[in-house]
């Protein structure tokens, strides 16, 4: 049976799927092709269910909830850190209300948690690995970078506005839940739960292979050398992502809720945990 995954071309999601990607564990009846992609298109292909396994924003997991179930694994989780608003000049977040911000899509999660944040902005969608950019041009008037940005930013003369993992931590008390892998509903609950738990092996492997998967990650570790793919990997790739567990679920929940009661999202969600 032929499983399309769906995942960023990202040191993390490298490190996640390496095993599943290059034969290293058995998938008996199952085959796996991968689709890299940057996460804000994979979070429009969930809203057409092209994908049977896809990584999602937790924020774009909301439009898709009777579409796709959560897996268990799988998750990228803001553990007091998260994705980051730069500048050219230092500043403080409430500095930017009304203003222009480069946003890497707003399905994402890091685009809800700034709304949350901060209300009220003009966002201009750009491209992820072009926000930096972007920003230290002045097109905006500032940016909000996720993934390996967050180490990187600094070599364009920006400085941090504001951490939004940090910031949610002191909001709730919880880590920021980012991404997860959602399952197709339609494939049925065998194979929902069997896929799944091909993912968490996957995932178990390149903990346990750490440099062997960091190895294969490393070609996606735009501008990062093996050092800092290796901290950046650390950052997403954890205990949180073998299983969301009590709390992370909690986070979750909680997410949403606010995103519901803030009316970003149209509708309560709830949450379904497969494996």
């Not at 490393?218 to 567990?245: C, E, K, S």
């Amino acid at each position: 049976m032929l499983i399309r995954v769906g995942h960023s071309p990202d040191p993390d999601d490298a490190f996640m799927f390496h095993a599943l990607a290059n034969g290293k564990i058995e998938t008996g009846p199952y085959q796996f092709t991968h689709e890299l992609q940057d996460i804000e298109t994979l979070n429009q292909r969930a809203l057409r269910g092209e994908l049977e396994l896809t990584a999602v924003s937790l924020h774009g997991y909301a439009f898709v909830a009777d579409r796709y179930a959560l897996c268990a694994c799988g998750c990228s989780m803001g553990d007091n850190y998260g994705p980051m608003v730069v500048a050219r000049q230092p500043g403080s977040l409430g500095d930017y209300r009304g203003r222009r911000i480069a946003v890497p899509g707003t399905l994402t999660t890091a685009y809800l948690a700034l709304r949350l944040a901060l209300p009220e902005f003009e966002p201009v969608v750009i491209p992820f690995d072009e926000i930096l950019t972007v920003t230290a041009s002045g097109a905006v008037d500032a940016g909000l970078i996720i993934h390996e940005g967050q180490l990187t930013y600094h070599r364009q003369g920006l400085h941090l506005i504001a951490d939004l993992g940090r910031w949610w931590q002191q909001e709730t008390g919880l880590p920021l839940p980012l991404g997860g892998n959602a399952i197709r509903r339609d494939l049925g609950p065998r194979v929902m739960q069997e896929v799944t738990a091909l993912l968490k092996q996957s995932i178990q492997y390149a903990l346990d292979h750490r440099q062997e998967a960091l190895d294969h990650a490393l070609q996606y570790g735009r501008d990062l050398d093996r050092g800092q793919a290796d901290r950046f990997v650390g950052m997403y790739v954890n205990d949180w992502t073998l299983d969301f567990g009590p709390r992370g679920r909690e986070a979750v929940r909680v997410l949403l809720q606010r995103a519901y009661e803030a009316r970003f999202i149209p509708r309560p969600v709830t949450l379904e945990f497969v494996g």
